[in-house]
């Protein structure tokens, strides 16, 4: 193998994934790691150092040879690397670079949030290869996001940047989001939002719906199908959360100026569907310029943050 390497590391909460690449963005090796969180995250960064030396060693490949590893962890990062805290990981007041950094032989690591990590990912490999500018959302269990601005990640000055799932956007909203606040775009737009404003529109009227059978069980996927199938109250659904995530984009288009938006998460095996609900409302929100950023799909899916990791090295 020629050339020199770089690592990319993503931490969550049950595993921590890591690959192998080269330079050019050629993944050579995925692997992963039980992410142990005991004690307060206490083994977690030693784990990974040991298992990247014992992977760089079946490899071939000394550290010398390493350009550097990027990290990337559920949680706000400041620019210059402090993890004010991690609360899946039981981390506090740490930087994980820099402990990382000495573990690996003090080759350079970087750290970012996850999100972020992985719209870099998506620009470097993925759904906005060829761009410069893209802002990613992440359709899960919550919405996250992440900021690349001429093909750096937009953390903000307290680590921030990027928390679009925390936008507000439904003043009529009663519920609390898990923020703390009410009417996020996490709460009509994640999976699980897409699920409650099902059962609303359910317990609202009687239309006739597939999704009546399944009543509170009902799943984002299940409002998906039905909704691609031509089921009306699937549909209104849909254009609910496709009015909300135009409103949001257009938001954001008009403050940070991204060339595209890439999508993505489980809410995005949707495909071209879920875009076309959106784009028409997303559109009628923005009408200061005849430019609108495109909006288009993720490619990476699960690999994203070890792409974005290992990026973040190479600048």
């Not at 909704?227 to 940070?256: N, P, R, S």
Request: with cysteine.
């Amino acid at each position: 193998m020629m050339g020199k390497k770089c690592v990319g590391i993503d931490v969550g909460g049950t595993t921590v994934k890591l690959g192998l690449f080269e330079e050019d963005g050629r993944l050579l090796r995925k692997w992963e790691i039980p992410t142990r969180k005991e004690n307060h995250g206490a083994a977690i960064l030693s784990d990974v150092a040991e298992s990247i030396k014992t992977v760089l060693a079946e490899e071939g490949v000394e550290l010398s040879d390493v350009r550097g590893a990027g990290i990337g962890v559920p949680g706000p990062v400041t620019g210059d690397g402090y993890v004010p805290a991690c609360v899946n990981l039981g981390w506090t007041d740490s930087y994980p670079g820099r402990e990382l950094k000495e573990l690996l032989g003090g080759i350079s690591v970087k750290c970012a949030n996850d999100a972020n990590v992985a719209a870099l990912g998506e620009m470097w490999q993925g759904g906005g290869k060829g761009y410069r500018d893209v802002v990613m959302l992440t359709l899960g269990t919550g919405v996250g996001g992440g900021v690349v601005i001429n093909e750096k990640i937009l953390a903000g000055i307290h680590g921030l940047g990027g928390e679009v799932g925390h936008i507000h956007v439904r003043d009529e909203e009663t519920e609390y989001c898990n923020c703390g606040n009410k009417g996020c775009l996490e709460q009509v737009a994640s999976a699980t939002g897409i699920a409650r404003e099902a059962r609303r529109h359910m317990a609202a009227s009687d239309e006739p719906s597939v999704l009546r059978e399944l009543g509170d069980n009902v799943t984002a996927k299940d409002v998906l199908d039905a909704a691609k199938e031509g089921d009306k109250l699937a549909l209104q659904v849909m254009d609910v959360v496709g009015h909300y995530l135009g409103v949001a984009l257009a938001a954001i288009a008009q403050t940070v100026d991204p060339e595209i938006f890439v999508i993505g998460g489980g809410v995005s095996k949707a495909g071209q569907f879920l875009i076309d609900q959106i784009q028409g409302h997303y559109e009628q929100n923005l009408n200061l310029s005849a430019y609108r950023p495109a909006i288009g799909l993720a490619r990476l899916g699960n690999d994203a943050g070890i792409y974005g990791s290992a990026r973040l090295v190479l600048d």
